[in-house]
């Protein structure tokens, strides 16, 4: 059976609607894209979308009471809620600093998820 | 009460405004270089900036709000540059005499050599765009609440209604959504998202947020805490339609509808502002027109890139330098004058065509096809093509060096079709 997909095109102003059609998963066509990136953004977004995760985990013993962090690299998209639930298990000790891993191999995705600043300790 | 402090250079505000003023300053050859920020930490509004997108033109690679900002707070902890924290400038005179205060020395003076604003904007609050209704607990500007969540670690509400679509807002509809609460909706008054569409795609739609666009809030409910909001859509004139109101029960109104350069200090020194920017008139320096000021960053103009912020700093900075080592020869100032489908540029004054200038400006509606040019004395120094300028996204333009710049007396900027 067809499917239709639509995508927003996110790559430059023009803002492009792109709709994508398939058939158990094979691409038939991508209009409405007035670029090759168009088109190559709008299979990625069908096949495989990733997404960067930022969000905060406690920290004790800091100037501040939360250290913001970000995944090393984009994840599945659909991991994304379940990324920042794990991370909010999380409590690190002061210091850290920026780029420490706080969390590796984020959901078995291979990637880690780092520090985004330093943070120091009340002391 | 201390002796009156004389630094080359005094940074008001240490955001990334501050941090690349600072540093450009103390770069270009300042050896007393004085940074002074209001808050506990260096950083101003990236810290609590936890997403990434930051860094693509000055880095060359995406950074969130607090990596961006930890990269000039190192090399300013490194630079031998006077970091004043929780320090509150309070006067500034058209001589530059400046009035701080802080709880360790109290009242303290300067007389800066130079000075670089670098304070900042501000969120538009509910009462500038007049929202009827109570005044309740839980209505809140969406700066605001990024702070609570990010930084203090507070959820500032659980059933959350955003008002405007501007990058902020949609940010925040998708950092509530994640902490656990529901966000009912993003209404927009006008027809177009505020934001980038890369936020209406990652912020929305990722999580099923509806975007109600031409809508708008028309009254809050609530005595002690915010119960509900009454919802409308509004006609072409933007005025509510009545028959299209609807009750959306929320404990917050989240508003994301604007920022405001921040220039109290400016206008007590006599800063000429522009009408349309907000904020102070500057040259390619970031000069203003009171002797020895600069400014840069969002006190100048509001910036939808930290990048151009800092490029507008090290302006700052470099100008502030030239200007204490008495490098800076002060030619008469050429406006610039925004032309066809350009609402403002900045800086709006050019001294000296004779080398590399930097012009920012958005454009006045949105347009396909279109060239962006600059005309200096009738000539064409600048010229680039675009498939589509939308106003929420600043242009820059980098003219080069104009021979016989000397010679002249007028610079445009417009926005024509291709063809032309």
Redesign the interface.
């Known amino acids: 059976m067809k499917n239709k997909h639509e995508?927003?095109?996110?790559n430059?102003?023009?803002?492009c609607i792109l709709e994508l059609t398939e058939e158990d998963g094979e691409i038939l066509e991508i209009a409405g894209a007035?670029c090759k990136v168009g088109e190559k953004y709008a299979e990625e977004e069908f096949r495989n979308p990733h997404?960067?995760v930022?969000?905060?985990v406690?920290i004790s013993g800091g100037?501040?009471?939360?250290l913001?962090?970000?995944s090393a690299a984009p994840i599945p998209?659909v991991l994304?809620?379940e990324a920042?639930r794990a991370l909010a298990e999380v409590e690190v000790d002061a210091p850290v600093e920026?780029g420490q891993v706080v969390y590796p191999n984020i959901l078995d995705t291979g990637v880690d998820i780092i520090s985004?600043?330093?943070l120091d300790s009340i002391t | 009460m201390s002796p009156v402090g004389k630094p080359d250079c005094m940074v008001i505000g240490a955001g990334p405004a501050g941090l690349g003023a600072a540093l450009a300053a103390r770069e270009a050859g300042l050896k007393d270089v004085m940074l002074i920020e209001r808050d506990?930490?260096l950083g101003g509004i990236l810290?609590q900036c936890?997403?990434?997108g930051f860094g693509s033109i000055v880095f060359d690679e995406?950074?969130?709000?607090?990596?961006y900002?930890?990269r000039y707070?190192?090399q300013v902890q490194a630079a031998d540059i006077d970091v004043k924290l929780n320090t509150m400038v309070l006067e500034m005179a058209p001589d530059r005499r400046i009035t701080a205060v802080n709880s360790r020395e109290g009242i303290i003076e300067f007389e800066p050599r130079s000075i670089v604003l670098a304070m900042g904007c501000r969120e538009r609050t509910r009462h500038q765009i007049m929202l009827p209704g109570f005044r309740p607990a839980g209505i809140i500007c969406a700066g605001a609440a990024q702070r609570d969540?990010?930084?203090?670690?507070i959820m500032p509400g659980r059933r959350v209604v955003i008002l405007g679509s501007g990058d902020i807002g949609l940010i925040m509809a998708r950092r509530f959504t994640?902490e656990g609460a529901e966000v009912e909706g993003v209404y927009e008054i006008m027809k177009h998202p505020g934001g980038?569409?890369?936020n209406?795609?990652?912020c929305l739609?990722?999580y099923d947020i509806p975007l109600h666009l031409s809508h708008t809030v028309t009254f809050i409910h609530g005595r002690r805490r915010v119960e509900a909001v009454t919802v409308a859509q509004v006609g072409e004139d933007l005025k509510p339609i009545k028959e299209t109101e609807r009750l959306v029960p929320c404990d917050s109104l989240v508003l994301s509808v604007g920022l405001i350069p921040e220039n109290e200090l400016s206008l007590q020194a006599g800063v000429e502002l522009d009408p349309v920017t907000a904020g102070p008139v500057v040259d390619e320096s970031m000069h203003t027109s009171v002797d020895g000021i600069f400014a840069c960053g969002n006190v100048v103009s509001v910036f939808d890139l930290v990048d151009w912020v800092t490029r507008t700093a090290e302006a700052a900075g470099r100008g502030a330098a030239e200007y204490v080592l008495g490098k800076k020869k002060i030619r008469a100032p050429i406006r610039v004058k925004p032309g066809r489908n350009v609402r403002f540029v900045v800086p709006q004054l050019v001294r000296n065509l004779g080398r590399e200038i930097d012009l920012y400006f958005r454009v006045e509606h949105p347009e396909?096809a279109v060239r962006a040019r600059v005309l200096a004395g009738g000539e064409q120094v600048y010229s680039r093509k675009?498939?589509?300028?939308?106003p929420p996204?600043m242009i820059h333009a980098q003219i080069s060096a104009v021979n016989a710049a000397g010679k002249v007396k007028e610079i445009k900027l417009e926005v024509v079709s291709h063809e032309e």
């Open positions: 995508f927003l095109c996110i430059c102003p023009l803002g007035e997404r960067m930022s969000t905060t406690r100037v501040l009471p939360l913001p962090v970000v998209k994304v809620k920042v920026d985004s600043r330093k | 506990v930490e810290p936890i997403h990434d995406v950074l969130t709000g607090p990596q900002a930890q707070i190192d969540i990010n930084i203090d670690g994640l980038l569409s890369r209406v795609v990652q739609h990722d396909r675009a498939r589509m300028v939308r996204e």
